[in-house]
């Protein structure tokens, strides 16, 4: 029987489907994390609705996950995919349509757990609407990554600012990393209530399977040497910098590199994708880097199993989902030394950092793990015990409803004003 203390909550991520097959444009770990803590969160006793914007006609309204578990698509803006930095205009609409649904459905969220701006606008306007609490993670942080991008979009002033008043009006903001919660200190506001809750991964799925039985699977040679990318293609990413390293290190001829990820012909993935080929190709490393495309649930764990080690070359990580599942595959990482990969990783124990876009130092790091298999298996068995302990989904979800729990209990009911909606 579910506690009667665990009530409906909407989990919003207006641009990041949760039901979305995961590395089609613009999906990543937003959409994971919103489904397993949504799920989990459901296995926990909670009502969870997790509401996002359809971007297909094809795409059903409403999909089940767990008998107290859905996804809700709601109708703003065309049924097609609109890049998150165009989405802006079809907010007031979403913010409509969900309370419309509220009226339909007879639930009112007293809590709405909001993920990246976009869903951050929309929780405030249905906290003004209708006194529903809000918990906000941001997923990544304007003011971060207009640091790194060379050209700023049109609506960098409005993001800016819908980050700024979350921070300071949320009764709790989400940051999955000490470095996260540091730069919505030292960037966005010195107010605002903060906890440090991390990002998880299912420690079920990954790390069931030993190295030379992947292999098996996947047809890679036993003695291999296997450098993996799984991930998005997104020149913020790094990928050019780990091709760039493999080509400089000194094990370039036994690597096999695999960048794993999907693209979409056309998309801003695939111009990326076409751009990572032709530097592949023009560095004669065709021979022996592949592209198997989008990863499902049944290969991912395969890839991150039979790879010698994985590397995370991100100019900026806020938390880094690839940079875990990889440890929870007794993979060791390999990660720029930025954002949550300086949380993840310990250095010298479960991998590497590197600066940055130094493809000098990515080779060397990546030269010294593949040297010495011994010391590559102890740190993916210390990559794997840290997973353990710090980064399930379940014992995520846990603190965000412990975390719920307390705030419901400080201010029990939202107010009921839908007959204003
Ligand atoms: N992913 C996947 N298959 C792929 C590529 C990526 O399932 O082919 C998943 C990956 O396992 C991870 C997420 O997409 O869970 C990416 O999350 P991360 O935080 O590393 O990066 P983001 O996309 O949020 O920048």
């Known amino acids: 029987m579910m506690p009667t203390s665990k009530k409906h909550i909407a989990l919003i991520s207006v641009h990041g489907d949760p039901a979305i097959e995961i590395g089609k444009e613009e999906a990543g770990g937003q959409n994971v994390y919103v489904r397993q803590v949504g799920e989990a969160l459901a296995r926990q006793g909670w009502q969870v609705?997790?509401?996002?914007?359809?971007?297909?006609?094809?795409?059903?309204?409403?999909?089940k996950h767990l008998p107290n578990c859905r996804?809700?698509?709601?109708?703003?803006?065309?049924?097609?995919?609109?890049?998150?930095?165009?989405?802006?205009?079809?907010?007031?609409?979403?913010?409509?349509?969900?309370?419309?649904?509220q009226q339909q459905s007879g639930i009112i969220y007293p809590l709405c757990h909001t993920n990246y701006w976009l869903s951050a606008w929309v929780g405030m306007q249905l906290k003004k609407r209708q006194g529903s609490q809000q918990v906000h993670t941001y997923h990544s942080l304007g003011a971060v990554k207009y640091k790194s991008v060379g050209a700023i979009p049109l609506i960098a002033t409005t993001r800016l600012a819908a980050e700024k008043a979350v921070l300071e009006t949320a009764e709790k903001i989400i940051a999955t990393s000490p470095q996260e919660k540091e730069h919505m200190r030292s960037?966005?506001?010195?107010?605002?209530?903060?906890?440090?809750?991390?990002?998880?991964?299912?420690?079920?799925?990954f790390g069931g399977m030993t190295r030379q039985a992947?292999?098996?699977?996947?047809?890679?040679?036993?003695?291999?040497?296997?450098?993996?990318?799984?991930?998005?293609?997104?020149?913020?990413?790094?990928?050019?910098?780990?091709?760039?390293?493999?080509?400089?290190?000194?094990?370039?001829?036994d690597v096999q590199l695999i960048i794993g990820g999907g693209s979409r012909p056309g998309q801003c993935d695939g111009m990326e994708r076409d751009r990572i080929t032709n530097i592949v190709n023009d560095l004669g490393m065709a021979a022996f880097t592949t592209f198997p495309g989008l990863l499902d649930d049944t290969t991912l764990p395969l890839y991150y199993a039979a790879a010698d080690l994985c590397v995370v070359p991100s100019h900026y990580e806020p938390f880094g989902l690839v940079t875990i599942e990889a440890m929870a595959s007794y993979t060791p990482v390999i990660g720029s030394d930025v954002g949550g990969l300086k949380f993840t990783i310990l250095p010298e124990q479960t991998g590497l950092l590197c600066p940055p876009q130094d493809e000098v130092a990515f080779a060397a790091a990546i030269d010294r793990i593949l040297a010495d298999p011994s010391w590559r298996d102890r740190l993916g068995?210390?990559?794997?015990?840290?997973?353990?302990?710090?980064?399930?989904?379940?014992?995520?979800?846990?603190?965000?409803?412990?975390?719920?729990?307390?705030?419901?209990?400080e201010k029990p009911a939202a107010k009921r004003s839908l007959a204003s909606a």
Not at 73 to 101: H, I, M, Q, W
Not at 187 to 205: A, E
Not at 223 to 242: C, M, N, Q, S
């Open 214 to 253: 992947a292999r098996q699977q996947l047809g890679i040679a036993p003695d291999a040497k296997v450098v993996l990318y799984v991930g998005r293609f997104d020149p913020r990413k790094g990928i050019e910098t780990l091709v760039r390293a493999v080509n400089i290190c000194q094990h370039r001829q």
């Open 71 to 101: 996804t809700i698509r709601l109708t703003a803006g065309p049924e097609e995919f609109v890049s998150r930095d165009n989405l802006f205009e079809y907010l007031p609409k979403f913010g409509e349509e969900l309370l419309k649904f």
């Open 187 to 205: 960037l966005v506001s010195q107010k605002g209530q903060i906890d440090i809750i991390p990002c998880g991964t299912d420690i079920r799925k």
């Open 381 to 409: 068995q210390q990559a794997r015990a840290r997973v353990e302990e710090m980064f399930s989904w379940d014992g995520v979800a846990e603190q965000l409803g412990t975390l719920y729990q307390q705030l419901l209990q």
């Open 49 to 63: 609705d997790m509401f996002t914007r359809k971007a297909s006609v094809a795409d059903a309204a409403i999909v």
